[in-house]
C-alpha cells in the first residue's frame, strides 16, 4: 500500500487534468466573500522538484506540464493553470511542481481553511516541512492530519462555513480505494449535500477503473459533471495509465462551457497517439 510515491508522476497529463479543474475550483469560491474550506483526502508531499531523483527519472512531466510550458495559445482555464504552475517557479525555467494543497494553500484567503490528509509516514513528513517553512498565517489556516482520508473525512463535513471543496485523490494502487471513493461519497454527501467535491480516477486496463464513473454517477447529488482525458491507446500488457478522469459533484456552473472550450486543445496538445479522446458528461440540477 506504501509504495505509491506521487513524485514519480507529479506533472504529468494525469496533474494536469486534476490540476486544471482543482485551480477553476478555488478561482470560483474565492469570488464570494465568504470563507470556504478545502479539504484534501489524499495530500501527497505537497510540493516536487521536477529535476529531483524522482520526478527527473520517469520525466512524466515531460509528456504533461512541459507541454504547456512554452506555448502562447492557452485556453482560458489552461492559462489559469499554467499561470499558477508559473508563479511556483522563480524564474522562466519549469523546476517545480506544485501539488493540490499549495495549489489550494495560493488561492485561499486568510479567513479560509486548508484540511490535508495523508498516510504515507515518508509523504506526511516532506508535507510538513514544506508547509512549515510557510510562516504564520499559513500554519493558522492549515491543518495537516497523519490519518486515513476516507475516515477523516466524516469529522470535518459540515465545514463550519458551509462552503467547501473536498478533492478526493487516492492513489488506487490497492483496488478497494474504488470502492472506498463511492462509499466516502455518499456518507459526505449525507453530511454535506451543498459541497463541492472533485473525484480524481486513473483510466487504466481494469475493471474497477472502467466502473467507477457509472458507480459515482448513481451517488444521490444534484448535480455532477464528468470530464476524461485520454492519451494513449491502453498498453498491451494492462499496465500504465493511459488517461485519467475527473468527477466533480456539485460543480461551478461556469465550469462545463470553459471545459467545453479546453478539452479539444488540451487532447491535442497532450496527445500521445492516434486514440488520444476526450470526454464531457454530466447531470444539471
Ligand atoms: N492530491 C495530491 C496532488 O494532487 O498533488 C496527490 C495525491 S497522491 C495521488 C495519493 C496520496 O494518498 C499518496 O501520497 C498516498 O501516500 C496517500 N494515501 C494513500 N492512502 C491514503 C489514505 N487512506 N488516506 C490518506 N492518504 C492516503
Not at 506526511?124 to 477523516?152: C, H, P
Not at 478533492?167 to 453530511?191: H, M
Not at 470553459?258 to 491535442?268: E, G, I, N, Q, V
Request: hydrophobic share 40%; glycine share 8%; net charge neutral.
Amino acid at each position: 500500500m506504501f509504495s505509491y510515491r506521487h513524485a514519480f508522476h507529479a506533472g504529468n497529463h494525469a496533474d494536469v487534468l486534476k490540476h486544471l479543474v482543482l485551480v477553476q475550483l478555488l478561482r470560483y469560491f474565492a469570488q464570494k466573500d465568504s470563507p470556504y474550506w478545502y479539504i484534501d483526502t489524499h495530500a501527497g508531499a505537497g510540493a516536487y522538484a521536477l529535476d529531483g531523483d524522482w520526478a527527473g527519472k520517469t520525466a512524466e512531466f515531460e509528456s504533461g506540464i512541459a507541454r504547456l510550458w512554452t506555448r502562447d495559445d492557452l485556453p482560458a482555464i489552461v492559462a489559469d493553470y499554467v499561470e499558477e504552475i508559473v508563479a511556483f517557479n522563480q524564474d522562466e525555467f519549469l523546476r517545480y511542481y506544485p501539488g493540490s494543497p499549495f495549489l489550494a494553500a495560493r488561492a485561499m484567503r486568510d479567513r479560509d481553511r486548508l484540511r490535508l490528509f495523508e498516510l504515507h509516514p515518508t509523504e506526511i513528513e516532506v508535507l510538513r516541512s514544506n508547509f512549515r517553512g510557510q510562516g504564520k498565517d499559513e500554519a493558522r489556516r492549515t491543518m495537516i492530519y497523519a490519518a486515513d482520508g476516507f475516515e477523516g473525512l466524516k469529522a470535518l463535513l459540515p465545514p463550519p462555513t458551509r462552503r467547501g471543496i473536498v478533492l478526493i485523490d487516492p492513489s488506487y494502487e490497492d483496488k478497494r480505494d474504488y470502492a472506498r471513493v463511492v462509499e466516502c461519497l455518499g456518507e459526505a454527501l449525507k453530511r454535506f449535500a451543498t459541497g463541492c467535491y472533485a473525484v480524481w480516477y486513473p483510466q487504466v486496463s481494469r475493471r474497477e477503473s472502467q466502473q467507477l464513473a457509472g458507480r459515482l454517477a448513481r451517488v444521490p447529488a444534484r448535480s455532477w459533471l464528468h470530464v476524461t482525458l485520454t492519451v494513449r491507446k491502453p498498453s498491451s500488457d494492462g499496465l500504465g495509465l493511459h488517461g485519467s478522469g475527473m468527477f466533480i459533484v456539485n460543480p461551478p456552473w461556469v465550469l462545463e462551457a470553459a471545459l467545453k472550450d479546453a478539452m479539444p486543445w488540451l487532447t491535442r496538445v497532450l496527445a500521445q497517439d492516434a486514440a488520444a479522446a476526450f470526454s464531457l458528461d454530466g447531470r444539471q440540477a
